[in-house]
């Protein structure tokens, strides 16, 4: 309640009369809720305000952030560059007098300053796909999975795997980040299912999806590995394979969370030992807002 007064209430009868106590305790009551109706108009006011400040301050914060990180990571890789080039130098000058073991320490400081620059990179990815404007519309996610597929086997030399694309699977998304998810998930399907002798990799759509989602997946008949863990492989630098058998940073599946969550999607794992995985991606079957743009703080912390 106001301490001062805000303004007055009046009364006009039909014929004239003194207010009874009833009346008078109905003004009041009416007098007290308008003035409360009054202040919590300006204090919601206030209050927007003040949400809109603080969002503008968070906003202005993550890009300062994201403008430092990026310098830090241009700075680091140019060092680790200088790293692996002088030691490939000395490996090269002095090979012939080193002793095994020492030949072995050099490849170990290339092998270490290769995983940091692959890390780096991987964080950078997982702060854009957090970021990055979200263009959504129709997407044909057969066409998508062939073109990361052809990329995938130009950029490495991935084992001659069977691949089975079932044609015309559609989803609501952006582009860039469907991409982005079905890239790590192929790369990884390839890698786990390297070491079998007759690797096989199947991408299809789940025919008891609800009307307003499409299911689609992606199996291969791997390694696999403990179902126990399933949930935990999307948080960051989560591995279960020994990187000496299976190398790689451990973001790839943070990587797909994110850029599905971006779109309104999520994912899951099914997998057994020894006989392979499955991923389950769920997106929008029909346009729908994408989510707001997500702290890297938060994912790693
Ligand atoms: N298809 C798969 N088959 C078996 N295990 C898998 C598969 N995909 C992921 N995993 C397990 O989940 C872990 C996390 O996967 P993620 O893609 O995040 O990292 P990564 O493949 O180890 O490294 P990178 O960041 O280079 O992709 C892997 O280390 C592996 O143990
Ligand atoms: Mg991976």
Not at 4 to 30: K, N, S
């Amino acid at each position: 309640m106001p301490s001062h007064p805000i303004g007055a209430i009046g009364t006009y009868w039909a014929t004239q009369r003194h207010a009874t106590p009833e009346d008078v305790e109905l003004m009041q009551a009416l007098a007290n809720a308008t003035s409360l109706t009054i202040e919590n108009v300006g204090f919601q006011k206030d209050l927007e305000r003040r949400v809109i400040e603080r969002t503008l301050d968070l906003e202005r914060t993550n890009q300062e952030l994201e403008a430092f990180s990026s310098s830090v990571s241009h700075d680091l890789r140019n060092r680790l560059n200088a790293i692996l080039g002088f030691s490939s130098l000395l490996e090269m000058q002095a090979s012939p007098r080193l002793e095994t073991a020492q030949q072995g320490h050099i490849h170990t400081i290339r092998d270490c300053a290769s995983q940091m620059k692959q890390t780096i990179s991987d964080l950078m990815t997982l702060v854009h796909a957090g970021r990055q404007e979200v263009e959504t519309g129709l997407i044909d996610v057969s066409v998508l999975a062939q073109q990361s597929v052809a990329d995938l086997r130009k950029g490495s030399a991935l084992p001659d795997a069977e691949v089975q694309i079932t044609p015309c699977l559609t989803a609501y998304g952006d582009a860039g980040l469907l991409r982005l998810a079905l890239d790590n998930l192929l790369s990884n399907a390839f890698k786990y299912s390297s070491k079998q002798q007759h690797p096989k990799v199947v991408i299809g759509a789940s025919p008891t999806a609800p009307a307003d989602k499409v299911q689609l997946f992606i199996q291969d008949n791997g390694a696999g590995f403990d179902p126990r863990y399933a949930d935990r492989l999307f948080k960051p630098f989560v591995r279960l394979h020994d990187e000496s058998e299976f190398p790689g940073t451990g973001l790839g599946l943070t990587i797909v969370r994110r850029a599905l969550e971006r779109l309104g999607g999520s994912t899951s794992a099914e997998s057994q030992l020894g006989i392979g995985t499955t991923f389950r991606i769920t997106l929008p079957s029909q346009p729908m807002r994408a989510a707001a743009p997500a702290s890297i703080a938060a994912e790693l912390l």
